[in-house]
């Protein structure tokens, strides 16, 4: 058993077979809109961790600000009590995207 | 006391000096009016006369944290940027007692600092009486001469203010027992209890003398005798505190009612207070419904986001791919061995070249080639199967988005309703109302161990009072045997027959008092009310602490039923019924002063009291506004011939009133 004061896992917690079929296809979809091919597993995990990783950072800097606060590490961490108000954002956010058009 | 001058000098709204000479008993015109607006210094004529007499520099209606100035402020102004010496701001009031003139003097010193702040120092105190060319300046000698002509616990009665003088019949115990002492002194009663207890006093000397001087068994019964009547009195002095500490639960006990009253009042604002909480909270359970699934939808949240990327990738593999083509059904191997053999599957041989061949030819570049593209057909059916997986998700979205916000709204319109509600309540919180009802149950169980007491007391008084009968029964026959100290025994024995005599006097006496202030007071009265307050009051019951109770034609208290405004007529009814039983066969030499008296009348009592109470006192003073009243009222009165002296309090300034005397006519 993990003792209380050490960290129960430093390993990752997401890994590739967690992603369902669905996410497994945008994720093809993603590299194939910039590659023109369909890219190999690792290959295809390392492109879309890329994509993620600016995801993420448009998320925190543009859309979740008020919610989040940055340590100075740069470890972003999502103010407690703010969970659901988050939901409601990324959700209204999804919304909008759909709504207006970008192209 | 008959007022004869007010002067004042900078008190209040009174700039400078003025004075005042009040209508006096000579052609008996002892009315004096004196009519202003709000804010013109009625009140301050009032506060300026308990200022002279008793000192007071606060009235009972002042609340207890307000800073009350008696100093002109535009005096204070004024010297403050002169020369910054003080003001002297002086009362001067010249009052006639027992047909000798006297004058009573206060003044106060006072600074108005830098930083606005106002400093009053009473300077000084003096009465001075012309007959004999006295002079006295000692505060406490003032104070107590002041007294022996006006008790100043029932100075309110004669100095009243008229809004505030149906809180006679709402005193407090503590005050009812103050008032109760006041009245005794001004009936005289007070002078029978002093001569009683010297009595009690010289008959406890006598006692002790003949327990010292006597031997044997009439010394013993003596001594229990004197035990058993120091006991007594601990009782009854117990009996009495008693009576106060019940009194006082009561009076706590009808205050907690008269709130649970307001409280019962607003119930139905709490219980829809309540209603709109509980619809808050189911409100706020399909929010979090909403909410939940919403959360749920995180799932295809993502996915929606790539919808734009997936319609566009799915457009680059029909442009690659051809948008008709079907997968193909034949397999590649099968075309090469029908080439190489030459033979159709249905046996027919094929000619190398024929036209036949070409097509066989031709579908095996089109079979090769879509084998080659195997990868990307599968692609795009994953990319179909999610878009058609994605249909309609994002108006599954926007419902669920519209779900939560419309809950949010309306949480937060109730929400506004129980804000706006706890507004209107805020003063009815509802753990006052828990705690009202925690102290109410505490001092009715109080309340029925301090009655328990008191019966028991009444008891223990009772079996004291029968063995204080047996033991002077038995002194009596040991009197007789001893023989001894006879003269003593006498003594003793006509001190106790004048004590109980006394005793029985001040009871008769008290009674009597009462019984004709309730037979004037229900006179006064019955001469006050309207016809409607007749048919409803029998008669005025004085209790035995003083204070009133009303009987209606039912034999049954009604006090509690009727209006401020009679009770303000049954206040004014007990005040001349009571100069009236103070002075005896004439009217009680002292003034009735009255602020704003009529405010909470009705036309015909005002009328009534117009009439009546010029009949039955020495001296009225009335500080009245145009609203209660007006000319006609003021004609009802000239007419009569009782006013002396009319004057109207007019503002020059702000802040400054002056005292124009006009004419009656």
């Known amino acids: 058993m993990t003792p209380v004061d050490q960290p129960i896992s430093t390993e990752a917690l997401f890994q590739a077979y967690t992603f369902t079929e669905y996410q497994r296809t945008v994720f093809k979809c993603f590299a194939f809109k910039q590659t023109g091919t369909i890219l190999e597993e690792k290959e295809l995990y390392s492109h879309v961790e890329k994509i993620a990783d600016q995801g993420c ?8 600000t008020d919610l989040v606060f940055v340590d100075e590490n740069g470890v972003v961490s999502l103010k407690p009590g703010q969970e659901l108000e988050m939901q409601k954002k990324l959700s209204t956010f999804v919304s909008n995207q759909l709504i207006n058009v970008p192209f | 006391m008959i007022i004869r001058t007010l002067k004042m000098e900078n008190f209040r709204q009174f700039f400078g000096s003025q004075f005042i000479e009040f209508g006096s008993q000579e052609q008996n015109q002892f009315v004096t009016i004196v009519h202003g607006e709000n804010g013109r210094g009625k009140t301050g004529i009032y506060r300026a006369i308990l200022f002279a007499l008793y000192g007071d520099r606060h009235l009972d209606q002042d609340s207890s944290d307000s800073n009350i100035v008696l100093t002109n402020i535009k005096a204070l102004e004024e010297d403050r940027k002169n020369e910054h010496k003080g003001v002297q701001c002086i009362v001067q009031l010249e009052f006639t007692h027992e047909n000798k003139l006297f004058t009573i003097e206060r003044e106060i010193m006072a600074y108005l600092e830098e930083d606005g702040n106002i400093i009053e120092r009473v300077q000084r105190v003096q009465l001075h009486n012309h007959d004999l060319q006295e002079t006295i300046t000692d505060e406490e000698k003032v104070q107590a001469w002041i007294h022996s002509i006006l008790d100043e616990r029932v100075k309110n009665y004669f100095f009243f203010d008229g809004e505030r003088i149906e809180r006679l019949t709402r005193a407090s115990h503590q005050q009812r027992l103050e008032i109760a002492s006041g009245i005794k002194n001004l009936l005289k009663i007070d002078h029978l209890l002093k001569a009683r207890n010297v009595l009690t006093h010289i ?11 006597s031997t044997g068994e009439y010394k013993k019964t003596l001594t229990k005798k004197m035990e058993i009547e120091e006991q007594l009195e601990g009782y009854k002095k117990r009996k009495l505190q008693l009576k106060e500490e019940s ?24 219980s829809k207070r309540k209603e709109l909480e509980r619809f808050a909270e189911k409100l706020e359970e399909e929010r979090q419904f909403a909410m939940k699934q919403l959360t749920q939808f995180n799932g295809t949240l993502q996915l929606l986001l790539a919808k734009d990327a997936l319609f566009f990738v799915k457009a ?15 397999r590649l191997e099968l075309l090469d061995q029908i080439l190489a053999d030459l033979t159709c599957i249905c046996g027919t041989k094929i000619e190398e070249n024929s036209k036949a061949f070409h097509h066989l030819e031709t579908l095996r570049k089109t079979v090769k080639q879509k084998e080659n593209q195997k990868d990307l057909y599968q692609f795009k059916a994953e990319l179909l199967k999610l878009l058609g997986y ?22 937060e319109e109730i929400w506004q ?17 828990d705690q009202l009802n925690r102290k109410r149950e505490e001092l009715v169980q109080q309340r029925a161990k301090v009655n328990f007491q008191y019966q028991d007391l009444e008891e223990k008084i009772h079996q004291a009072q029968s063995v204080l009968e047996q033991l002077e029964w038995s002194l009596r026959d040991l009197k007789v045997k001893s023989g001894v100290h006879q003269k003593l025994i006498r003594k003793l024995e006509e001190v106790e027959q004048s004590n109980k005599a006394m005793d029985r006097m001040i009871k008769q006496f008290e009674q009597d008092v009462i019984s004709e202030l309730e037979l004037v007071s229900t006179q006064n009265l019955f001469y006050l009310l309207d016809e409607s307050g007749r048919m409803n009051i029998k008669k005025v019951k004085v209790l035995d602490d003083y204070s009133l109770e009303v009987i209606n034609s039912f034999g049954q208290p009604f006090l509690a039923n009727i209006s401020q405004g009679q009770r303000q007529v049954l206040s004014l009814s007990f005040i001349t019924a009571l100069a009236q039983v103070a002075g005896g066969t004439k009217s009680l030499e002292l003034p009735l002063f009255m602020d704003t008296p009529f405010g909470r009348l009705s036309g015909k009592h005002q009328q009534n009291l117009l009439d009546y109470i010029p009949q039955v006192c020495s001296q009225w003073i009335l500080l009245v506004t145009d609203k209660e009243f007006g000319e006609s009222e003021k004609r009802r009165l000239v007419e009569q011939g009782y006013v002396g002296k009319y004057y109207v309090l007019e503002s020059t300034e702000p802040g400054v009133t002056q005292i124009i005397e006009k004419p009656i006519k």
């Open chain 2, 247 to 270: 009194d006082s639960i009561e009076s706590q006990i009808h205050h907690i009612d008269e709130q649970l009253q307001a409280f019962h009042e607003k119930a139905d604002e709490i």
């Open chain 2, 203 to 213: 008959q406890r000397n006598v006692s002790k003398q003949l327990q010292k001087y």
């Open chain 1, 57 to 64: 950072q448009h998320l925190v800097e543009n859309i979740l």
């Open chain 2, 316 to 330: 680059q593999l029909d442009q690659l791919l051809g948008k008709e083509e079907q997968e193909s059904t034949i």
């Open chain 2, 417 to 433: 309703q129980i804000d706006y509600m706890n507004q209107r309540l805020k003063d009815t919180a509802i753990e006052d109302l």
């Open chain 2, 390 to 411: 994605l249909e309609d998700k994002d108006k599954t979205l926007q419902s669920l988005l519209e779900g939560v916000k419309q809950k949010e709204q309306e949480l």
